[in-house]
C-alpha cells in the first residue's frame, strides 16, 4: 500500500527553469492538494482538487498550476522558477467525505538558486 | 479570509513536564483536525473534532473543541522524548481547503 507519493524527494532548480512536482494516490481519493512548507509559516494551501478535472486556488496560488485529467495524479507545476518557492512541498489526499483524515506524501525539497 | 493562528510557535520542556499548544479562528469551524510532523518528517493524522465542545483522549493527548467551534487545544500530559515534533491544527469552514496554523514545534529534554 504505497498511500501518497511524491517525486522528486529533492530538487534544485536556477531562476526562470520550470518544473513538475509528481503526485500519485493509490487510495482512490477524490479530494488532492498541494501545501508548501516555510520556517514559522506552517502549511499553507497552494491548490487543491475535489475530483478529476476540477481544481481551485488555495492561499498562495501564484507561480503554480495544476490539472487533475485522473484520480490518481496531481501534478503541481511551476511555471518560472523564483527563489520565493524555495520551500518544502507536501501533497495531500483524502476520503471521497469530505473533511476527513488527510494523508501527506513525503515531501518534495525545492530549491531555486 | 479564513485564519488559523496557533501558539506558541515553540515549546522547550523537561522530560515528565505538560505541554498544551492552542489554535484560534477567526471564523467558525465544522470541524478541526490534529497533525504530528517529526523532525525531517511528513504530517501524520491524529485526530478530528467536529461537535461543540468535545473532548477526544488519546492515552496521554487530550484534544478539545471549544463551545463555539472557533478554538482548540491539544494537550500532553507528563511529555516524553517521542512526543517531540511539530503538532498542527487544521480547520475548515464548510469549504474545501484546510488551514492549517503554523505549528508548534515541541522540543523535549531528557
Known amino acids: 500500500n504505497a498511500g501518497v507519493t511524491q517525486t522528486p524527494k529533492f530538487q534544485v532548480l536556477k531562476t526562470g527553469q520550470s518544473m513538475t512536482l509528481q503526485c500519485a494516490q493509490d487510495m482512490n481519493h477524490e479530494y488532492m492538494s498541494w501545501y508548501r512548507q516555510d520556517p514559522g509559516m506552517g502549511l499553507r494551501l497552494i491548490h487543491y482538487?475535489?475530483?478529476?478535472?476540477?481544481?481551485d486556488q488555495g492561499e498562495v496560488p501564484n507561480g503554480y498550476n495544476v490539472s487533475r485529467s485522473t484520480t490518481e495524479d496531481f501534478p503541481l507545476r511551476l511555471l518560472s522558477a523564483a527563489p520565493s518557492q524555495t520551500s518544502v512541498y507536501f501533497c495531500a489526499s483524502s476520503t471521497p467525505r469530505r473533511h476527513t483524515e488527510a494523508f501527506f506524501g513525503q515531501g518534495t525539497r525545492l530549491t531555486v538558486v | 479570509g479564513q485564519q488559523v493562528m496557533q501558539i506558541p510557535q515553540y515549546q522547550h520542556v523537561q522530560e515528565g513536564e505538560d505541554f498544551t499548544t492552542y489554535c484560534n479562528s477567526s471564523?467558525?469551524?465544522?470541524?478541526i483536525q490534529w497533525y504530528k510532523q517529526r523532525p525531517g518528517g511528513h504530517p501524520v493524522f491524529l485526530i478530528q473534532?467536529?461537535?461543540?465542545?468535545e473532548v477526544k483522549k488519546q492515552k496521554r493527548l487530550t484534544f478539545q473543541f471549544g463551545e463555539a467551534k472557533k478554538n482548540s487545544s491539544l494537550h500532553i500530559t507528563a511529555t516524553q522524548t517521542t512526543d517531540v515534533g511539530t503538532y498542527f491544527c487544521?480547520?475548515?469552514?464548510?469549504?474545501?481547503?484546510?488551514?492549517f496554523g503554523a505549528g508548534t514545534r515541541l522540543t523535549v529534554k531528557p
Open positions: 482538487s475535489v475530483g478529476a478535472g476540477i481544481t
Open positions: 471564523t467558525t469551524l465544522s470541524n
Open positions: 473534532l467536529v461537535k461543540s465542545g
Open positions: 487544521a480547520g475548515n469552514q464548510n469549504n474545501n481547503d484546510m488551514r
